[in-house]
């Protein structure tokens, strides 16, 4: 766990106040988001989704891709918002769902607190004088443990695709202009000369999951690249 | 009676005998094809099996996919571990001082800008950097400890390429498990008592002691240095070549690590001693060494000594097992209907890791020659022994490579080493033509060469071979590209080496969560 995020304590805690946000200003320097796969139609009418590998457990997770570089995000910047949709994952900042200790099954909120967010004096408290969650942090908690199953969920999604053969690793190269070119590494996607193919029992299975509108939403959303290349070239005319 | 090859018979288990068994079945036989090969193999549940080397070349990347192994359960069951090059380590010169010598035989090929860097290197670079370090990032990997590749690489492929080292026994008991569930090959504990032959020689059947008479069409040999078929019933003689490679025992010995995060070497270090030369592989739970010398320049007692002083103190509290090695090879493979695969075809010092290659390559060649009926067989027998031959003469060609560009002069073992009366013509052809001349793709014109030109070239060059371009030295125009090469190369090898784990920290996360085939 990061060091300052800690464990949410009535007693720690008790005066913490938490403002609103519509700047998102801790995504300025993240160029990925993850994603939960019913999200994906919104998301993807704003940004490219991929499927990419936690980096020390190989484990996949499906993401927007919101910069070409490392700490580049195109979509949430100082001057403007180029998205009008904010993934859970954004929105759920500054708290997060974590394991009570290493070894626990049992969730617990935490906090982020060195997030400009959190406050003694301005925004609304998460708990009472007498250490009870306020309505504030009931629907906080709501919201984290609705994620959570999503999660697992999107998990299931994915394991279905790479069961079935389904995901392989996109090969993306793309002209930058002034700056050059890159390529996207390591990114995969579904493979859609499989689907064309697809066996009529997985297609069924594949419907009845609900599953094609999250396919289709993530195909569709990989035209977006153009969206973050054209984003990328304003970046660097205005400076 | 028809005369169609349905039935295959190994006889012997054992690294030879599996791996054989699985490369045959997931190639020949099928359940669902009436037309497919029945695979059977005996094995005699009293002899215990050698367990031939623990290093393998990259071919296997491709064995393992071939007989459909998953990456992340071999490294798991087999305590395997990745090796990216071999570092040897005195061969050039004795240590002086404390000071050694060493270079590395590395897996990830040359680097090639359009051109070949070697002229280059010899012309300009060689007082500047090692030949490893102007063609790869690799060597610097090894050094540092590092892995070969990411948790998030696919799994058989790699940043660089590697081979593996892995534990004999538990890879045998792997390859069993895999060979009856996936490939239905049939499994029979039994000792052989007897061999039983048709009147034109062939063998017809095999008898047991505890599973009756088996026969079969053809029959595979891998009862290791016993060589009980081609050997004993069918009388085809062996070849001995203690004239040019002359270690003729070994002593072996496992060490266990200090603690369970102690580092793993990436790399086999092979390092010359008076009379031979030591291995030392890490696997996941303990390293692996051993002292191969030869017994015409010193005794037993003297060798196991080399091998307690190089490994120090931890040396104390193990047992050591000495192995009597026989090298050379049987001068037919294949004879009637019966082919030696394995230590029953022939033995070599385990300095190329070649053991486990030759099985490899030679189960894979009897795939594809593999004769549909008797009358065919004399034709592919004739085949793949001229190929096998041709195979395990360069493999000699090879080694004795190591050996006779030695500049050692500080033990008799080393200085007739070097006598060329003692090297085989075909090394001491292209030697001379690569004293006036970088080595060239067109001197391998054989694939079924298992060293090519990109093996010669890190070990002449990492042995500081004098190839003189006095004379040709106007053709090699490519000097400021090879600058320029130089200087990508230097900032390839800062970034690569930043994103790549420890070779300890990869097992650990492959035990842990494994990987992805995709």
Redo the contacts between chains.
Sequence with gaps: MNKNIELLDNNKHRNLKLKSTTRFEHMYHRNMVPLVANEFMHAAINFPIFFI????????KAVGLLGFDQDENLYFTPERLNTNYFPLNVQRYPFVLTAETAESENFAIAIDTTSNLVSDTDGQRLFTDDGEPTDNLHKVSAFLSELMTKELATKKFIDYL?DNDL???ASLSLALGDDGNTSLN?V?KVNEERLDEIEPDVLAQLHKRHYLPAIYAHLTSIGQLQRMVALKRMKSQSK | MTNSIRKVVIVGGGTAGWLTANILASQLSTQKDAHGIDICLVESPDIPTIGVGEGTVPTMRQTLKLIGLSETEFVRECDATFKQSINFVDWLYPPENGKHHAYQHLFQYPANPGFDLTPYWLLHEHHNIRYEDLVSAQAQACHAGLAPK???T?EFDGVFDYAYHLDAAKFAALLTKHGIQTHNVQHILANVTSVHQSANGDIASIETDSAGIIDGDLFIDCTGFACMLLGDTLGVPFEDKNDMLFVDHAVAMQVPYADDTAPIASHTIATAQEAGWTWDIGLTQRRGTGYVYSSQYTDHDTAEQVLRDYIGPAAAQCECRHIPMRIGYRSEFWRNNCIAIGLSAGFLEPLEATAILLIEATAKLVVEQFPATRLSMSHSAKRVNTITRYGWDRVIDFIKLHYFLSRRTDTQFWIDNTRPETAPDSLLERLEAWRHRPPAESDFFSKYEIFQLENYQYVLYGMDFHTDLSDSRKRYFHQLQTQEFRQRMAKYQTHVLKGLPTHRELID?IR?????A?
Excluded: V
């Excluded at chain 1, 590998?53 to 996949?60: D, P, Q």
């Excluded at chain 2, 842990?512 to 992805?516: A, E, P, T, V």
């Design positions: 590998k936690e980096a020390n457990t190989a484990e996949f790479i995901l392989h690793e390591g995969y | 990411k948790i998030t696919k996360q842990l969560h494994g990987m992805k995709i």
